[in-house]
């Protein structure tokens, strides 16, 4: 491969590491042909590019990168596969889903949230981490709590002033 073509490729992938805000690097070797396209599908329908790129060319993009990732350099051995998302755990219910049926990808390392997780371990908690709509759908559920309980209270206190008042009326007559 000559130096321009490295280059291209480096830049498009610094390129991606902007546009998208989580990555995961995956080992996908050993995968056959059916078993790749299947996966390939699978993140087309969820929003996830997924890229086969070599180490060296991925370190390049991620030094160009605004971003600190100095921890994902020693996961950059044997085959790696980026995926890129928008939503920081769909692709981590991706992997642990395709998995049910096949042993990979095996997760290497993912930059989600600004946070960086190392190893397949990682996987569960990747999967439990909420969007942004998620985390500001719950704050919106707390904040309506407090509001709920006191009408609730103000209502069941006006049924219990209603009674009481309507025990008194029948004890006057």
Same mark, same amino acid.
């Given at each position: 491969?000559?130096?321009?073509?490295?280059?291209?490729?480096?830049?498009?992938?610094?390129?991606?590491?902007?546009?998208?805000?989580?990555?995961?690097?995956?080992?996908?070797?050993?995968?056959?042909?059916? #078993?790749?396209?299947?996966?390939?599908?699978?993140?087309?329908?969820?929003?996830?590019? @997924? !890229?086969?790129?070599?180490?060296? %060319? $991925?370190?390049?993009?991620?030094?160009?990168?605004?971003?600190?990732?100095?921890?994902?350099?020693?996961?950059?051995?044997?085959?790696?596969?980026?995926?890129?998302?928008?939503?920081?755990?769909?692709?981590?219910?991706?992997?642990?889903?395709?998995?049910?049926?096949?042993?990979?990808?095996?997760?290497?390392?993912?930059?989600?949230?600004?946070?960086?997780?190392?190893? #397949?371990?990682?996987?569960?908690?990747?999967?439990?981490?909420?969007?942004?709509?998620? @985390? !500001?759908?719950?704050?919106?559920? %707390? $904040?309506?709590?407090?509001?709920?309980?006191?009408?609730?209270?103000?209502?069941?206190?006006?049924?219990?002033?209603?009674?009481?008042?309507?025990?008194?009326?029948?004890?006057?007559?």
């Amino acid at each position: 491969m000559r130096r321009e073509e490295k280059n291209t490729i480096i830049d498009s992938l610094a390129e991606k590491l902007k546009e998208y805000s989580h990555f995961y690097l995956t080992d996908t070797a050993q995968l056959n042909a059916a #078993d790749t396209s299947a996966l390939r599908r699978k993140c087309f329908e969820n929003n996830i590019r @997924l !890229i086969v790129v070599k180490n060296t %060319l $991925l370190k390049r993009a991620l030094e160009m990168s605004e971003g600190n990732f100095e921890e994902l350099y020693p996961v950059l051995k044997g085959t790696t596969s980026i995926m890129f998302s928008n939503t920081g755990n769909s692709p981590a219910k991706l992997i642990k889903d395709f998995r049910r049926q096949h042993d990979k990808p095996v997760l290497k390392g993912a930059y989600v949230q600004e946070s960086v997780f190392i190893g #397949d371990q990682m996987l569960d908690a990747l999967v439990a981490v909420k969007t942004r709509e998620e @985390l !500001i759908g719950d704050i919106i559920l %707390l $904040l309506q709590s407090p509001a709920k309980n006191v009408i609730s209270a103000l209502q069941s206190g006006g049924n219990k002033l209603h009674g009481v008042l309507e025990t008194l009326s029948k004890k006057e007559n």
